[in-house]
């Protein structure tokens, strides 16, 4: 057991100052927007306004992923949303989501702008739309559905709750970390088991359920993030780690992946993406020697 602290909360609680931690800055207690600020809109049917986080990366991938299997109609031009410097805040994003976080998608082929937000509520709206990568027969539908609303229920414990004590907190709180930690692993253990017995999510067919799982547990197996692989023995989910490899081979996926990343390698970001030729031409490094 850890000594209990010393903290006695007020009665009332009062916005007074930044929390610490990583995101101290731009955690706000009320919604809306802080500043006037219209979004570009460019040339393709679809508007992605996003940052390369495991749920922004989840767009991006589904939509690289429709445009591998021919749907034209998936063109999409993908600005950036800077979190940390509080682009989520401005009034064009706000009116796109009122949540104010990314990943938020404006489709502009309906009869009047259909706004979506919300990875999840993204993912089916796409697949939906261009009925893909989401069985039809409605057994197999159910169970795609129920591992994709598993993933939206989920991960904040992996992130918001693992991810913050182990990774982003100003000082390591043991009690946080014991709790988010069971849950992590009871959760990765949870995907070990479901994938011992299936190649992806709903059986064989790559779908919507991959799509929306793989950033963020993935992510966690091949220690892409929190750096915690390690700590979380990683190596012990074989099942699930044999399909976070498979994935991770995708060539969809490899480029997903690359649009709106602001970190890492330069030739594996490409800040916006407006045409399929950005990946080989606009990537951060070729911007970089351009000058
Ligand atoms: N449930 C939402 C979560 C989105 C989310 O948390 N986005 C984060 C980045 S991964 C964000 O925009 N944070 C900005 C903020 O909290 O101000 C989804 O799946 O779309």
Redesign the pocket.
């Known amino acids: 057991m850890t000594k209990s602290s010393s903290y006695t909360p007020p009665r009332v609680w009062k916005w007074e100052a930044e929390n610490g931690g990583a995101?101290a800055s731009?955690n706000r207690p009320i919604a809306g927007p802080t500043h006037d600020k219209a979004l570009p809109v460019g040339k393709h049917p679809l508007q992605l306004y996003s940052?390369a986080?495991?749920?922004?990366v989840k767009v991006t991938i589904m939509l690289e992923e429709l445009l591998e299997l021919g749907f034209t109609g998936a063109e999409y031009d993908a600005w950036l949303i800077r979190?940390n410097d509080g682009d989520?805040f401005g009034s064009g994003f706000v009116a796109v989501n009122p949540n104010?976080?990314?990943?938020a998608l404006m489709d502009h082929s309906t009869a009047t702008p259909t706004r979506v937000?919300?990875?999840?509520a993204i993912l089916l709206y796409l697949a939906e739309k261009f009925g893909a990568l989401l069985p039809a027969d409605p057994a197999h539908r159910a169970e795609c559905l129920s591992w994709l609303f598993w993933q939206?229920g989920s991960a904040p414990y992996l992130g918001g709750g693992f991810g913050h004590f182990y990774n982003y907190a100003p000082e390591k709180f043991e009690y946080a970390i014991n709790r988010f930690t069971m849950e992590a692993k009871r959760q990765l253990d949870v995907l070990d088991r479901h994938l011992a017995d299936n190649r992806y999510m709903c059986g064989d067919e790559y779908t919507i359920a991959d799509i929306a799982i793989w950033p963020w547990y993935g992510g966690a197996l091949l220690n892409r993030q929190y750096d915690a692989a390690e700590f979380l023995d990683a190596g012990s989910y074989t099942h699930a780690m044999r399909w976070a490899k498979d994935i991770d081979g995708r060539e969809t996926v490899r480029r997903g992946r690359m649009v709106n990343r602001v970190r890492g390698e330069l030739n594996e970001q490409l800040h916006e993406r407006h045409d399929a030729s950005d990946f080989t031409t606009k990537t951060q490094d070729k911007v970089a020697a351009a000058g």
């Not at 986080?53 to 922004?56: D, E, S």
């Not at 104010?100 to 990943?103: A, E, G, R, V």
């Open positions: 995101f731009i940052l986080t495991p749920n922004g979190i989520q104010s976080k990314i990943p937000f919300e990875s999840g939206m």
